[in-house]
């Protein structure tokens, strides 16, 4: 365990490896030696271009999982105060694409885990569920690593993803849900023609500017009890068009839904298609949803893993489903799954960073869970 117990020189590891989606660089090698040296049993799974891992110890009931994504997003276009894959401390800092989303959180889990196994054979077990494919597309990393442990008899009682959940201190919050996410994209057909001669032609801006008017009329909800009221956020409006005296043939717009436990992906599809239908007769309309909306009801799960942070940092943090989405939509669907995790102020910023004392708290914090779940 010897060098395992304090998170920085893993985290630091892991952060030197270039790992930008759909890139591992070596990872999740790092990654699977500190595990192997724990004494985990680690089964590399590759899904198309992704790297992914689980490793487990213990065989036995019960079964705590913590999930993560060793990918990250380009260093950007910002100027860096130094190698953003160098790990570098700088007065208690460690700066570091990765540093908060999340390879620090990975190394803390790890340290948790080496602390809560040195202190004997621990009842249960503990496994890792880390992808590289959080960060991109999200098709071949853990949604495949599920499916492959529920094939496998791999199901956890409960799942901790490390996701920077806090907004300004380390114990601010847990996320025990998320919501739902819809991308529509609209095309309205009409008959194309000369703006002296409307009469002769259809014009399809006209309709789609009332159908979005209409779908923005009114709040889609007040909110439920965990959420927030849902929002619609139309991101574009085209029609390419370089005259100035033709009316065109088709016009488009995209639209986002971040949505509460009140919808499903499926009924505000059916809506959207019956107020698109009460405005026009031809029109396109491509729905996607990347995840529905999901809550893990407070309960002794939860209730374990907040009593955990503030024996750590001395408050309690507030429960929430805000923000975006996170790979816990799929894993809802397997089993019960909060997330905690370091700061995110500075993550997919340049510069990203955590203080060293978070991450180190933040490795007692996970380690406190380990030791109250599998007591």
Not at 347 to 360: D, F, G, I, K, Y
Request: net charge negative.
């Amino acid at each position: 365990m010897t060098g395992l117990t304090d998170p920085l020189p893993l985290a630091q590891a892991l952060i030197r490896r270039a790992s930008v989606t759909p890139a591992d660089d070596g990872a999740q090698d790092v990654l699977a030696d500190a595990l192997i040296r724990l004494g985990f049993a680690v089964k590399r799974l590759r899904y198309g271009e992704t790297e992914n891992l689980f490793a487990r110890i213990g065989g036995e009931a019960p079964h705590i999982c913590f999930a993560g994504h060793t990918d990250v997003v380009p260093v950007g276009d910002a100027t860096w105060n130094g190698d953003p894959f160098g790990g570098e401390v700088r007065g208690d800092v460690l700066y570091g694409r990765g540093a908060c989303d999340m390879k620090g959180a990975i190394a803390a889990f790890v340290a948790a885990a080496a602390r809560h196994l040195g202190e004997g054979k621990p009842r249960g077990s503990i496994s890792l569920l880390i992808t590289g494919d959080e960060e991109g597309p999200a098709h071949d990393g853990t949604v495949r690593v599920l499916d492959w442990m529920a094939a496998n008899g791999q199901v956890p009682d409960f799942c901790l993803v490390g996701e920077p959940t806090n907004p300004a201190r380390l114990g601010d919050m847990i996320k025990i849900g998320r919501r739902g996410s819809l991308n529509a994209r609209i095309t309205m057909h009409g008959t194309q023609g000369h703006v002296a001669y409307p009469h002769r032609a259809d014009n399809p801006v006209h309709r789609l500017v009332r159908v979005l008017a209409a779908l923005t009329a009114a709040p889609l909800d007040a909110g439920s009890a965990w959420f927030e009221p849902s929002s619609l956020q139309i991101t574009s409006i085209d029609v390419g068009n370089p005259a100035t005296n033709v009316i065109p043939a088709a016009a488009r717009a995209a639209l986002n839904i971040r949505f509460n436990d009140r919808h499903t992906g499926a009924s505000l599809e059916a809506w959207l298609g019956a107020v698109l239908a009460q405005h026009a007769e031809r029109f396109d309309l491509d729905v996607a949803v990347s995840g529905e909306s999901f809550l893990t009801e407070p309960g002794p799960m939860v209730d374990t893993l907040r009593h955990a942070v503030a024996q750590v940092v001395g408050r309690e943090p507030a429960l929430d489903t805000g923000g975006g989405t996170s790979d816990a939509r799929f894993i809802t669907r397997h089993c019960p799954v909060a997330e905690f995790g370091l700061v995110g102020a500075t993550m997919h910023q340049a510069n990203e960073c955590v203080p060293v004392s978070e991450l180190r708290d933040l490795a007692r914090i996970y380690a406190a869970v380990l030791g109250a779940f599998l007591s």
